[in-house]
């Protein structure tokens, strides 16, 4: 039986997606090819592969199958192909990354346009993703993620700055209605802005000082979800809502001028800065790494 190479990768893309348009635009294709392709390779194959609704196409317990064998041989083909693509003067292709909504505001910034001057052949996608995630099974090549949260069969490589820190602040007019704090435990007595991630879990308000590290769980009037809530946060403590808790270059442009004012200073935590993650067992695509290369080589960027 001859089935078309093309077809295959299709249904792969299709299934990966979970949907025609969500898979044409991750393909840069057209939504009906991709259906076409599908639709001939059920009739090849004489078995229904995907269950399509108008709000869900579901692969069948065939399809299910059939993607579990063909979801990492394609994967090797397109590395494979990845390593011709690195004998090219310039490399091309497109480079996917996952990374948490922190990289791309701090991190990223610095190094993205100087990466795609260097390599104007490269397309970068990148999806901001609070939840750690399978790389492969989201379709992309890299994510970016602390040391806390990495695998152990993950290579990771240092991006962006090496060290961290959270920090506290709340704007002066809060300040003096309602006292500076002297001691984490004081902000049991404050508003406080938080934040919970979507699995539910709340973000920890961790101190440390002195060889002393504390964690409190303290109350406040409003709370928003990791991500794209966060300058609500952000925006709320500095029209003198409450105290806002989060990494330090995050608030720091708020805080150099003035509308913010550091609380808890001597206390805030530090911890290693981030690592671009991706799978060891596996070729690595010629886009990703020049992008390892080049956080690699290039100053402040890992």
């Known amino acids: ?25 991750a393909t840069n294709t057209s939504a009906s090819g991709l259906s076409d392709a599908v639709r001939r390779l059920e009739a090849r194959l004489g078995v229904r592969l995907l269950n399509r609704t108008t709000r869900s196409v579901v692969p069948t317990d065939a399809g299910k199958s059939l993607l579990a064998r063909l979801d990492p ?54 999806t901001a993703d609070e939840n750690f995630v399978d790389v492969l099974a989201a379709g992309c090549d890299a994510g970016i993620r602390y040391e806390e949260r990495l695998e152990l069969d993950m290579v990771a490589v240092p991006i962006g700055p090496r060290v961290q820190r959270m920090a506290a602040a709340a704007s002066p007019a809060y300040l003096e209605r309602r006292g500076r704090p002297h001691h984490p435990r004081e902000l049991l007595g404050h508003a406080c802005m938080r934040g919970r991630f979507a699995s539910g879990a709340m973000i920890e308000w961790q101190f440390e000082h002195a060889g002393d590290t504390l964690t409190i769980d303290p109350p406040g009037p409003l709370l928003v979800q990791v991500g794209g809530a966060i300058d609500l946060a952000v925006e709320s403590a500095v029209a003198g809502l409450g105290v806002v808790y989060l990494f330090e270059d995050w608030l720091r442009p708020y805080l150099d001028r003035g509308l913010l004012e550091p609380v808890l200073e001597p206390w805030w935590p530090q911890f290693s800065g981030p690592y671009l993650y991706y799978p060891g067992r596996r070729l690595v695509p010629a886009p990703l ?12 960027a890992g």
């Open 1 to 25: 039986m001859k089935i078309d190479l093309g077809d295959l990768s299709a249904f792969v893309a299709v299934a990966r997606a979970g949907g025609f348009r969500d898979a044409a635009r």
């Open 73 to 126: 041989v394609l994967s090797e083909v397109e590395s494979a192909l990845d390593v011709v693509n690195g004998f090219r003067d310039t490399p091309s292709g497109t480079l996917r990354l996952n990374v948490p909504v922190s990289a791309a505001r701090l991190v990223l910034p610095s190094i993205v346009p100087r990466f795609l001057t260097a390599y104007p052949e490269i397309r970068l996608e990148v």
């Open 289 to 300: 790494r020049a992008f390892v290369d080049f956080i690699r080589t290039e100053p402040d």
